[in-house]
């Protein structure tokens, strides 16, 4: 009779508690919205807020994954680095972080190079109850989203 395998114990994934995952209205106070100028709407017409907020609307994966996780409050995806959510294989909602990358590196350079600070409030559809995105920390610029390291966002 053969011997039994050994048991291998792998830890568990790293990420936020499910009860983590969302972020109250307390906590988005201040944060930068489409129109709001905070996502830079008087540098050259460039609102990278709305710019994401309207492709990530189109696209139905985006919603799926969202709908899944957010419990109705909006999904923390990064704050200078993706976020594992609980139950996903990658980090940042793999399908919502390809989104976001791919918007983030067809922008226009000026764009991408943006400071921003503090948090970003991106609402996937018009109406209370629709799906909510957040990231952003501190300073940081939209091409630190491209970087695939950990770390503190660019000041």
Known sequence: MPSPSPTVLRPAPVGIAAGAVGLTDAQLAGAATAGSGGGGG????????RRLQDALRRDRRVQDAVARQADGRALMVWNGDWIRSTGEDGKGLAG???????????????????????????????????????????????????????????G
Request: aromatic share 4%.
């Open 42 to 49: 008087g540098q050259g017409g460039c609102d990278m807020v």
């Open 96 to 154: 919502v972080r390809q989104a976001i990358v791919m918007e983030v590196a067809f922008a226009p350079e000026a764009c991408r190079a943006q400071p921003m600070h503090g948090l970003v409030l991106l609402s996937l559809a018009d109406g209370a109850g629709s799906g909510r995105l957040a990231l952003g920390a501190g300073a940081w610029r939209w091409t630190d989203l491209l970087l695939a390291r950990s770390g503190a966002p660019s």
